[in-house]
């Protein structure tokens, strides 16, 4: 009884502790605090939303159309008279599922073909990486646009168009690292003994390039997120009646000749903040991880 | 009542510290000399003696983030460091000069040598046409031993000798009473070590300016310098003319410097290189900053950080051995 | 390696990159559906109709002739018939295209200016708060969706303050630049900046600026991020080494220095990235094309989506492709030609 609660505590205390020291390690710690504070803000706010918000986001006319923002209600209403604050509170859900599932997709397919592409070398690997930098250098959203357009909308479907466009970039982080890693003495010594390629993959060079995947994994969320809005916004979004950022941002455009700025400004200012928590996740660890030698 | 004949250059309680993010680091410390016209300097220390640093504050250009704290630097009567904007940049590259370490690193990759010294002649003196100023390079180029035909080249199609002949060149196209050079044959090979050391005396003897040679290199100050100062951990811990030094070295680093010259006449020589290594400047240990290294240390060496002593006319020594406080 | 080999095998490298490129569009549009036909008419009741689109187009070939037929095509200038009236794609994107590059110019252009000059005040001002500052709107500016600055934009500059257009791209009571002609040839290149010096008609030229002015602001400012951050780190970079001081140390001025020394080294690799952040430009154009309504190639696609044009969607993405590859191509074969170390 006693072993595990000591080793519970082991646990938590070795957790803590890592957030205390990012702070002290500068600049670049204080971004990945406050990017993980935002992001997890707007997580939370997103699921508890139900509980917290003043009116029912869906329900039409709970006030009057297009209300700029009072004391009732602080964010306005749009057309539908519906509240825009209750609304940005529970936005996210969609963009949020979206973007963990494409991330996912990448690391499924990106990690594992990064890998074995850049480990077996030869020909095999030029074949992978000749297609992987034509999608790479493929204009992002039109190509999402493209896979978006043929598959019909839906969270699944916009999932696998952002995926595809970004797994070339999980591959080539993972594939440069693999590179650099393949020369070191202690790869070439596993292999001396004998080991077999899976053992020499997964715990020799797996866990020094998952580092590399987590930086790309963060930057990559933020662009999910970003490309979500923009495919919501052509009109490849998701065809539900959930409140969603992006649906208000498109549905909120034709509003804005009438001076309506409310509608669109608190959606946007919420995509915004969870972009920018991930980016900044992503910069403070790429940072913490290769310091810049800036002096 | 002995006054002194005012000097070229004066130095008095230099001091220069960098303020980086894991401390403050004391680079110079409590430097004081002085050089005259047409005389030839020599500064030797190891990497970390703030020789460099100490060079680059006679034009106050440390670097960030450097600064120095505290002291004079006087040429001609005038305190450099109380210079503005203007005054500053007029002084560098044509009252005092600089010549860099690395030639290779030195000069403008993207720009022909030839635009190296129409743009530099033309800062200080606009009325300078083009034409004018390659005119001047030309000669210059034969002063240093280049054919005047590379002044169209890009830095990248010179060997390291040339380049620093080039560097050399820039120094001298104005004509500046004093030129310091950096660890000048450092990142050259043995053989041109030697031609571009004998090309500074003849453009001195040429030119007439004082020159202030700063290297790790003892033996090369011994022959050409008339007088010479040791640095260590940031401090003067000895200072000589060249002959004094090397017939009677005082303090034990500049001994054990004297005594790691290898001497090619020697069938057989051991090579005493001094133990241990520099200190680190962020925490310096109390006292003589040799002491972790000395072989005649003594209780006070410890403790209190010696002064210079004055023991004779020309020759100081930073060491207990010489004056003050012996312990019991 | 020779000037000359490294144009010679980057020109080559392209060739198998386009083809990559062209079956990837065919996968996305022919194969990944199933039926592009089925697609359009979305519920399969009118059979007959379908069956004769199918065949109309060419649809109903085995997947090799398809494939062959398309790729022959598109050396021919041949992008396909649209779904929606047959005529065929490439007239219907003759006029789009221009439109679209002249977007994506001005916005390089505004991403780079933008970018460099915070850069350099930045790398001036090295770690004092400016530096934070211009740091911050650097990581903000690529957070924001390119559409919704747009809108922002619209609101503040263009109804806001009455002074610029929000959308088109170009005064509708006046007729569109058309270039000059010079006996029988006509000199036009569908870029309005450009037509309307040719014509020499500086009022129709300034129309076009306030026209491009908001869409090119946007994509220019959200791309601007990226430049800032390279000039910053190249600035930092360069401003520390043994030249710039060699350079300080011959009394050569700050701002001299800075710019004369430290930007002209520093300037490649923004070169450089210009090739690479231009497939991210062209798809915020998409975007800002929307916002704006610019008629060009981005919008055309969105509407063709509404359409559901499938063959029209594929040939204006081909395009969008190809357009990729040969500019990127271009910088870099500008690249080698400027960097004198290549060169020799």
């Known amino acids: 009884m006693q072993k595990k609660s000591k080793a519970r505590k082991s646990m938590v205390s070795s957790l803590m502790p890592s957030l205390g020291s990012l702070a002290k390690r500068g600049l670049a710690g204080w971004l990945v605090i406050i990017g993980i504070v935002l992001v997890t803000a707007i997580v939370v706010v997103t699921m508890i939303s139900p509980w917290i918000r003043p009116h029912d986001p869906s329900t039409i006319l709970v006030g009057q159309p297009l209300v700029a923002p009072n004391s009732q209600f602080p964010f306005g209403t749009n057309d539908l008279g519906q509240d825009v604050f209750s609304r940005a509170l529970s936005g996210g859900g969609i963009m949020l599922q979206v973007s963990i599932l494409s991330v996912a997709i990448c690391l499924l397919i990106g990690v594992p073909l990064g890998l074995f592409s850049s480990y077996a070398g030869g020909i095999v690997d030029r074949i992978f990486c000749l297609i992987m930098d034509s999608i790479y250098a493929f204009p992002g959203l039109v190509l999402a646009i493209a896979v978006a357009a043929m598959l019909g909308r839906g969270v699944t479907n916009m999932a696998i168009s952002i995926a595809v466009v970004y797994v070339p970039s999980y591959f080539r982080v993972i594939r440069s690292q693999v590179l650099s890693i393949k020369e070191m003495p202690y790869v070439e010594a596993a292999n001396s003994i004998g080991a077999k390629t899976r053992t020499v993959l997964s715990r020799y060079i797996l866990p020094n390039v998952v580092p590399s995947i987590v930086v790309i994994a963060t930057v990559n969320f933020a662009d999910a997120i970003l490309t979500a809005a923009g495919l919501t916004f052509i009109g490849l979004g998701v065809p539900v009646d959930i409140p969603d950022w992006g649906w208000d941002l498109t549905n909120g455009r034709r509003l804005l000749t009438s001076g309506a700025w409310w509608v669109i400004t608190f959606p946007g200012i919420m995509i915004i903040l969870l972009a920018l928590g991930f980016t900044l996740i992503g910069e403070g660890l790429s940072e913490l991880l290769n310091p810049r030698l800036e002096q | 009542m002995n006054r002194e004949p005012a000097h070229l250059l004066t130095v008095k309680d230099l001091a220069v510290e960098y303020w980086t993010r894991r401390g403050i680091v004391r680079a110079v410390e409590d430097i004081s000399f002085s050089l005259d016209k047409g005389e030839t300097l020599g500064v030797v220390g190891e990497s970390g003696s703030g020789k460099s640093t100490l060079g680059l504050s006679l034009i106050h250009l440390v670097p960030y983030p450097g600064r120095i704290i505290r002291g004079t630097i006087l040429l001609e009567g005038q305190n450099i460091l109380k210079f503005g904007n203007k005054e500053t940049r007029d002084l560098r590259g044509r009252r005092i000069s600089y010549v860099f370490q690395d030639p290779m690193t030195s000069l403008n990759p993207v720009e022909r040598i030839k635009n190296h010294f129409i743009e530099l002649i033309r800062t200080h003196e606009p009325k300078v046409t083009a034409s004018e100023a390659i005119t001047r390079t030309r000669k210059l180029f034969k002063d240093v031993g280049i054919q005047p035909e590379r002044i169209d080249d890009y830095p990248h199609q010179l060997s390291g000798g040339m380049r620093q002949r080039v560097m050399i060149a820039l120094a001298l196209a104005l004509n500046p009473s004093i030129v310091i050079a950096d660890e000048p044959t450092t990142a050259l090979d043995v053989i041109v070590q030697a031609k571009i050391l004998d090309l500074l005396k003849t453009l001195q003897d040429t030119y007439g300016m004082a020159l202030m040679l700063i290297t790790h290199d003892l033996s090369i100050v011994l022959e050409r310098s008339d007088k010479i100062m040791v640095m260590y951990a940031g401090r003067i811990v000895e200072q000589a003319l060249s002959m004094t030094l090397y017939a009677q070295a005082q303090h034990p680093y500049s001994q054990g410097l004297l005594k790691s010259i290898p001497n090619i006449e020697l069938a057989e020589q051991k090579l005493t290189a001094i133990g241990g290594a520099p200190p680190d400047l962020r925490n310096p240990p109390t006292g003589c900053p040799f002491w972790p290294r000395c072989p005649y240390i003594m209780e006070i060496c410890k403790i209190k950080d010696p002064p210079l002593f004055q023991t004779s006319k020309d020759h100081f020594a930073k060491c207990y051995l010489y004056g003050g406080e012996k312990s019991s | ?344």
Do not use: C
């Open chain 3, 1 to 344: 390696m020779t000037l000359r080999s490294y144009v010679i095998s980057r020109i080559i490298l392209t060739i198998p990159m386009i083809f990559i490129l062209l079956t990837m569009v065919f996968v996305v549009i022919r194969i990944l559906p199933g039926d592009p036909v089925l697609l359009h008419f979305e519920k399969a009741e009118n059979l007959a109709a379908m069956e004769e689109m199918r065949h109309r187009l060419g649809l109903d070939k085995p997947i090799w002739v398809q494939y062959f037929e398309y790729v022959a095509g598109i050396f021919r200038g041949d992008l396909g018939e649209s779904m929606q009236d047959y005529s065929p794609v490439a007239q219907q994107i003759w006029s789009a295209f221009p439109a679209t590059m002249e977007l994506a110019i001005f916005s390089m252009v505004v991403a780079v200016a933008v970018g460099i000059f915070f850069g350099v005040e930045s790398s001036k001002a090295y770690n004092k708060p400016q530096d934070h500052m211009i740091r911050i709107f650097g990581i903000v500016a690529y957070a924001i969706p390119v559409f919704f600055l747009g809108m922002i934009l619209q609101i503040t500059l263009g109804v806001g303050l009455h002074l610029l257009p929000t959308g088109l791209r170009f005064n509708p009571t006046l007729s569109t630049p058309t270039g000059i002609s010079i006996g029988n040839v006509h000199f036009s290149t569908g870029l309005y900046t450009v037509d309307s010096l040719l014509e020499g008609n500086i009022y129709k030229f300034v129309e076009t600026l306030r026209y491009l002015f908001l869409p090119s602001l946007t994509l220019g400012l959200v791309l601007s991020g990226v430049f800032i951050r390279l000039t910053r780190s190249n600035m930092l970079e360069t401003l520390r080494l043994d030249f710039v001081t060699a350079a300080r140390a011959r009394g050569l001025s700050e701002n001299k220095v800075t710019y004369s020394y430290a930007l002209r080294n520093a300037f490649l690799p923004v070169l450089t990235m210009m090739g690479l952040q231009f497939a991210t430009l062209l798809g915020g154009a998409v975007l800002t094309e929307t916002t704006f309504s610019w008629p060009g190639l981005g919008r055309y696609i969105v509407d063709r989506i509404g359409f559901r044009d499938y063959t029209a969607i594929q040939g204006a993405v081909v395009l969008f492709g190809i357009f990729v590859s040969v500019v990127s191509l271009v910088v870099d074969l500008l690249y080698a030609y400027l960097d004198p170390r290549i060169r020799l």
